[in-house]
């Protein structure tokens, strides 16, 4: 599957954005997909997951409350909504979509976009 992410740019402390990522081919309900994000100078990190159908997502600690995931297999696209976003989100935010239960790790991941860069700033 490839996937294709979109939606990044510069937006001010507390405000929102979007993310999509659309992906190729018609097995997209049968892979989880998920979220990562890499700043400048730090490893990749988990954001999000949502499991094949939608039924269950799963956050990073420091964007419970903020960050929403969702999916449309209809559209074979999965989001990212990212709300009272703070400086400290600023990263390149990839989508990877995973045939396995696990989601945590980039590992277990089987098929990545390219990323989208997100920056807060003022």
């Known amino acids: 599957v490839q996937l294709q992410a979109s939606g990044g740019g510069l937006v001010q402390p507390g405000g929102s954005l979007r993310l999509s990522c659309a992906a190729s081919g018609r097995t997209f309900s049968t892979y989880g997909m998920g979220w990562f994000r890499q700043a400048p100078g730090k490893e990749r990190e988990f954001v999000a997951s949502?499991?094949?159908?939608?039924?269950?997502?799963y956050y990073a600690d420091s964007v419970q409350g903020r960050f929403t995931i969702s999916r449309d297999n209809a559209k074979n696209t999965v989001y990212l909504q990212m709300n009272s976003l703070k400086p400290e989100d600023t990263a390149v935010y990839y989508c990877?979509?995973?045939?396995?239960?696990?989601?945590?790790?980039?590992?277990?991941?089987?098929?990545w976009g390219q990323g989208t860069l997100v920056t807060v700033s003022s």
């Open positions: 949502i499991s094949r159908y939608g039924g269950d997502t």
């Open positions: 990877a979509a995973r045939r396995g239960l696990g989601y945590y790790n980039a590992y277990d991941y089987d098929y």
